[in-house]
């Protein structure tokens, strides 16, 4: 068992406007899937791209949008977000406070940076 | 893709005190792991149990102790919960509030409710 908290974990910028950190994953013995936890500045983007694994995300704070190929549809707080494998995608924060997030992908796997 | 709200799925309260529903899983194309979004009451607990695959875990809200192996384990809001297969355990609230979490297992699989 490991308990900690999110920020216990060291963030990654490798996105403008973006922090990651992995809170549970491959080096916790975790087996099947990897949980990130994700803050977007106001005003940014996680990358718009797709992938052949899904995401399961669950927003925990702010205000944005999901861009996809229904167009953009508003998120907040409570909101849900199934991400098929290659769905194309993007989460942008159009609030005025850190769009927080929870989102899981099966391991190993890593989301590409590249827009 | 699926955008919705967590109170959009029904809950199930198939333990006293416990409400869970499974927001993303396999009813709507999940192919590898099943998310589930829990509520429990001031005084009442998850099962005491053990299952052979894992749970992840994020705290959203309210205050509690995880009861394992190691004994009893402070846990509140932003907290990170990794339990290996077969470790026993249960989540307690011990706060004024509702404790609210996010609890992502492989599927298919279903933790079994006995104590």
Do not use: W
Request: charged letters at 20%; one cysteine or more.
């Amino acid at each position: 068992m490991k308990i900690s908290n999110y920020h216990d974990t060291e963030p990654i910028r490798d996105v403008e406007g973006v922090l990651k950190r992995d809170i549970i994953g491959t080096d916790d013995g975790a087996p099947n899937f990897t949980m990130r936890f994700f803050e977007v500045d106001t005003g940014s983007s996680t990358p718009s791209h797709s992938h052949p694994f899904e995401h399961e995300i669950f927003i925990l704070n702010g205000k944005g949008v999901v861009v996809g190929a229904q167009g953009s549809i508003p998120i907040g707080k409570g909101s849900v977000i199934f991400i098929a494998p290659d769905e194309p995608h993007c989460i942008v924060n159009t609030g005025n406070e850190h769009l927080e997030f929870i989102c899981v992908i099966p391991s190993p796997n890593e989301c590409s940076t590249e827009q």
